[in-house]
């Protein structure tokens, strides 16, 4: 087998590299995000330096004081959890060093689309669809929202209500008209 198909991670000491996959780069380097977005990603690392790092830490201590780490469940597990909490904790810290805070509200009750829209649009069969444009990190497709990255968003960024966009898709070109724009109010 080529070395090129082996994980580094696959050493004596069972410790995971950095392989969880990050989300896309934007493409100037920017991670700009909401401050809802920024305060949850705040909020995750520090309930993991605060609260769950130290009590994994309190677990493994007692683990290893049982004596044989080799065949103890809680020992290794807690090693592993260990290990990947660390992992985010490294993982949240870069993207929130990197991150910018935008306020969309300042656009509130405008009619371009910036970061931070709930755009309404119609595709070509009139078939309604309705997404907020977030930062990469705080985007959930579930709930509507998109990257501002995604090809969909950057076909309607800088667009104004009643405007028609081109989106590229694999099937060809769609084109989107903008039905509304909405910005939350200031707090």
């Given at each position: 087998?080529?070395?090129?198909?082996?994980?580094?991670?696959?050493?004596?000491d069972?410790?995971?590299?950095?392989?969880?996959?990050?989300?896309?780069?934007?493409?100037?380097?920017?991670?700009?995000?909401?401050?809802?977005?920024?305060?949850?990603?705040?909020?995750?690392?520090?309930?993991?330096?605060?609260?769950?790092?130290?009590?994994?830490?309190?677990?493994?201590?007692?683990?290893?004081?049982?004596?044989?780490r080799?065949?103890?469940g809680?020992?290794?597990?807690?090693?592993?959890?260990?290990?990947?909490?660390?992992?985010?904790?490294?993982?949240?810290?870069?993207r929130?060093e990197?991150?910018?805070?935008?306020?969309?509200?300042?656009?509130?009750?405008?009619?371009?689309?910036?970061?931070?829209?709930?755009?309404?649009y119609?595709?070509g069969?009139g078939?309604?669809?309705?997404?907020t444009i977030?930062?990469?990190?705080?985007?959930d497709?579930?709930?509507?929202?998109?990257?501002?990255v995604?090809?969909?968003?950057?076909?309607?960024?800088?667009?104004?209500?009643?405007?028609?966009?081109r989106?590229?898709?694999?099937?060809?070109?769609?084109?989107?008209?903008?039905?509304?724009?909405?910005?939350?109010?200031?707090?």
């Amino acid at each position: 087998m080529s070395k090129a198909f082996t994980r580094e991670s696959d050493s004596q000491d069972g410790q995971d590299g950095d392989d969880l996959p990050a989300p896309a780069p934007a493409p100037s380097g920017i991670n700009y995000i909401t401050r809802t977005g920024y305060e949850r990603l705040r909020s995750e690392l520090f309930t993991l330096i605060d609260d769950e790092r130290p009590r994994i830490v309190e677990i493994v201590h007692w683990a290893a004081s049982n004596g044989d780490r080799s065949e103890n469940g809680d020992y290794l597990y807690g090693k592993k959890r260990l290990r990947e909490i660390d992992r985010r904790i490294r993982f949240l810290t870069q993207r929130l060093e990197i991150a910018e805070v935008v306020d969309s509200s300042m656009h509130h009750g405008g009619e371009q689309v910036f970061f931070g829209a709930t755009v309404c649009y119609a595709d070509g069969t009139g078939a309604e669809t309705t997404v907020t444009i977030l930062g990469v990190d705080e985007a959930d497709s579930a709930q509507g929202q998109i990257s501002w990255v995604s090809p969909v968003a950057r076909a309607l960024l800088k667009a104004r209500v009643g405007d028609v966009v081109r989106l590229v898709v694999p099937g060809g070109v769609q084109e989107l008209e903008i039905l509304s724009v909405e910005y939350p109010a200031a707090p």
